[in-house]
């Protein structure tokens, strides 16, 4: 039980590590919390501070999702998290286990959201999702990015990207039959980072949310 809650308290703590904020600040000098949609994330530190860091914040959020899942398999001593991916269904003994990875999951979701190390703001959670995703079944995760990556490339648009990207790991999820802690990770982790972007919602239905190279007109 204390081991549970041990593992659940640095799923939290890892996805709170403030990346976006720590580099916009030691690099640039830069609040990023006050700057373009406010966000911690790689799209807000791509439009404010530029390409190189939006990556570097990119790829450690990603790794923060993958940490999460990680340390529960390692944790949990369980080895097989690429037999995971064909799984139909999961062994009694494991459920536990495999529930915690999903609730530790959220939690790092959540913690990337409201990370406690910057007044509980912080990003959408999108890359440390896809981080999350990866570890657990990195197949339809790799779908999900190319659907992801197809509607970027089309809209040039990484909010509306990012909601189809959601909207399809879940259909995926279900169709494929997963064990049934991971489709409620992603119809829950979904819906949580849908609901995060309802400002960007509210800016693709007035039609003024920027695409890829644009300013937010909030800007200051
Ligand atoms: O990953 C977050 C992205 O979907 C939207 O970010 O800064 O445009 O609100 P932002």
New binding site residues.
């Given amino acids: 039980f204390i081991l549970n809650g041990v593992v659940l308290v640095v799923a939290y703590l890892l996805g709170s590590i403030p990346t976006g904020y720590a580099i916009a600040l030691w690099f640039y000098g830069i609040d990023i919390r006050a700057e373009?949609?406010g966000?911690t994330?790689?799209?807000?530190v791509l439009?404010t501070c530029g390409k190189l860091p939006a990556i570097m914040v990119l790829a450690v959020d990603i790794l923060k999702g993958v940490a999460a899942i990680a340390m529960v398999f390692w944790v949990y001593s369980l080895n097989e998290t690429r037999q995971i991916a064909t799984m139909a269904g999961i062994d009694s003994p494991q459920v536990l286990a495999y529930s915690i990875a999903t609730l530790s999951g959220l939690i790092a979701v959540f913690g990337h959201t409201m990370s406690i190390w910057i007044g509980f703001k912080g990003?959408?959670s999108?890359?440390t999702s896809l981080g999350i995703l990866f570890a657990l079944n990195w197949l339809l995760a790799l779908a999900t990015l190319i659907v992801f990556g197809v509607v970027l490339a089309v809209s040039r648009i990484?909010?509306l990207?990012?909601?189809a990207g959601a909207i399809t790991i879940a259909a995926l999820m279900i169709i494929t039959g997963q064990p049934l802690p991971y489709q409620i990770f992603v119809i829950a982790a979904g819906t949580y980072v849908i609901w995060r972007?309802r400002?960007?919602i509210e800016r693709i239905l007035q039609g003024t949310?920027?695409r890829i190279g644009q300013k937010?007109s909030a800007d200051p």
Avoid: M, Q
């Avoid at 994330?41 to 807000?44: D, Y």
């Fill in positions: 373009g949609s966000s994330g790689a799209t807000n439009r990003g959408k999108v890359a990484v909010s990207s990012s909601i972007h400002s960007n949310e920027p937010l």
